[in-house]
């Protein structure tokens, strides 16, 4: 049994569902999820959690990301991606130096209106069916931020903007140029998009579909699976001794006069709890109130509580 996470590289054409079945074909395990959603023509970076890593879909999904993506300006569409309906055409007349400071702006937080096209619900219906009924709904701006835009090229003659956006969770990147389209005066597009970080996980350690396959193939695919505890690297670690194993596997709370090296001060930061045999048991955080440490997110990797 696989516990831990793959990092895929998702190809143009399939869906962030799409890819988690074709997992699950691939390695015949059924629990299995992605880590944040990305549109069928995009493509890059998609942590997959396998097993006992599926309790980490939110942290990763929460976790900053990167993407290069393509502005093309003078066209706005209803997707606001060049599959989209175009709704409207105008000439670009501004400046390498309007277009610099344009996105310039963007840098930092800002409310950003979430598309239609997009699996946002409201009154219980996603918006991404609604729009394609026709309709289109009052929607709330949602506080995003922007960490940085390097421009990577500005084509003028293809009216053509590529830029590399470093971001935090929620941030819907054709809107963010489609945003930057309309501060411009022109409108615009978003022509391409490749994820290429989430959190730690990079675009140049990606694998594809028929790589993963291939490697399961060749029983090689544990050396391309994060480990859980990967994932808490930063956190500090602790182990419980032999003896009171028990509490751990039962996820029970444990004093520090447990632990192999008993701390005199504990912090109320989130540690690693690991077993004597170096097992990753979970995540603690200590309860002065209680002089105990309390399980925060358990997982087990071989032992079942």
Not at 118 to 142: D, F, M, T
Not at 148 to 173: F, N, P, W
Request: overall charge positive; some cysteine.
């Amino acid at each position: 049994m696989i516990n831990g996470i793959i990092n895929v590289y998702k190809e143009k054409g399939y869906t962030s569902h799409d890819v988690v079945a074709k997992m699950r074909g691939i390695l015949r395990i059924k629990k299995i999820g992605h880590t944040g959603t990305l549109d069928p023509d995009a493509e890059g970076v998609l942590p997959v959690c396998i097993g006992k890593a599926t309790k980490l879909v939110d942290l990763i999904t929460n976790k900053d990301k990167t993407y290069e993506a393509v502005l093309k300006l003078g066209i706005t569409t209803d997707t606001q991606d060049i599959t989209g309906t175009v709704l409207t055409r105008k000439d670009v007349t501004v400046t390498i130096p309007e277009i610099e400071e344009a996105i310039r702006s963007y840098i930092g937080e800002y409310m950003q209106l979430p598309p239609m096209y997009s699996a946002i619900k409201v009154n219980g219906k996603k918006l991404y069916e609604l729009a394609r009924q026709g309709k289109e709904v009052e929607r709330k701006r949602r506080k995003v931020y922007i960490h940085d835009i390097r421009i990577l090229k500005i084509d003028a003659l293809q009216h053509e903007v590529s830029m590399s956006v470093d971001c935090g969770k929620g941030t819907y990147i054709r809107t963010l140029l489609h945003d930057i389209g309309e501060t411009l005066g022109c409108g615009g597009t978003m022509k391409s998009l490749t994820r290429t970080a989430v959190g730690d996980f990079h675009l140049k350690d990606a694998y594809k579909l028929s790589e993963i396959e291939k490697m399961v193939h060749n029983e090689q695919i544990n050396t391309i699976v994060y480990p859980i505890d990967g994932i808490f690297s930063d956190y500090s670690r602790i182990t419980v001794a032999r003896e009171y194993s028990k509490l751990i596997y039962n996820g029970n709370p444990f004093q520090t006069s447990h632990l192999t090296e008993p701390i005199q001060y504990p912090s109320t930061d989130w540690v690693r709890v690991y077993d004597a045999d170096d097992d990753f048991i979970g995540i603690y955080q200590y309860d002065y109130g209680r002089k105990s440490y309390r399980p925060v997110k358990l997982f087990m990797t071989k032992h079942t509580i």
